[in-house]
């Protein structure tokens, strides 16, 4: 099981690698992912996850604090919405588009009232 974890933790990292470069990709629920299986499956990837200089910082400030930087709490804005731009360019059905816009506002509440370091 232990290996099962620890392949899920790197693809996690993989994903979350991705998210930095494609906007509509989030990044840091993918870290928190991978710190989470790495916990399970092996205390020096886990380490290595958590002192790294860039994945590092976002996964401790939510562990210690619950907290989301501001930058982050932008771009994470920003990515919200373009994907609702592009469900409208794509002409997506209008219950579609509410569904969407519910979820999307949930998030960005849920996004923005999480404290900042």
Same mark, same amino acid.
């Not at 392949?7 to 989470?36: Q, R, Y």
């Given at each position: 099981?232990?290996?099962?974890?620890?392949?899920?933790?790197?693809?996690?990292? #993989?994903?979350?690698? !991705? #998210?930095?470069? !494609?906007?509509?990709?989030?990044?840091?629920?993918?870290?928190? +992912?991978?710190? +989470?299986?790495?916990? *399970?499956?092996?205390?020096?990837?886990?380490?290595?996850?958590? =002192?790294?200089?860039?994945?590092?910082?976002?996964? !401790?400030?939510?562990?210690?604090?619950?907290?989301?930087?501001?930058?982050? *709490?932008?771009?994470?804005?920003? #990515?919200?919405?373009?994907?609702?731009?592009?469900?409208?360019? !794509? =002409?997506?059905?209008?219950?579609?588009?509410? +569904?969407?816009?519910?979820? +999307?506002?949930?998030?960005?509440?849920?996004?923005?009232?999480?404290?900042?370091?």
């Amino acid at each position: 099981m232990r290996a099962i974890w620890f392949i899920s933790g790197w693809i996690c990292i #993989g994903i979350a690698v !991705l #998210g930095v470069v !494609l906007p509509l990709l989030p990044t840091v629920p993918f870290l928190l +992912l991978a710190a +989470l299986c790495f916990a *399970k499956s092996s205390d020096v990837a886990h380490q290595w996850l958590i =002192n790294h200089k860039t994945l590092g910082p976002p996964i !401790l400030d939510w562990q210690q604090t619950g907290s989301i930087r501001r930058p982050a *709490k932008i771009l994470a804005s920003i #990515g919200i919405v373009a994907a609702f731009i592009v469900s409208l360019a !794509l =002409n997506i059905v209008w219950w579609a588009l509410t +569904l969407q816009v519910i979820v +999307l506002i949930c998030v960005s509440l849920f996004i923005w009232t999480r404290p900042e370091v």
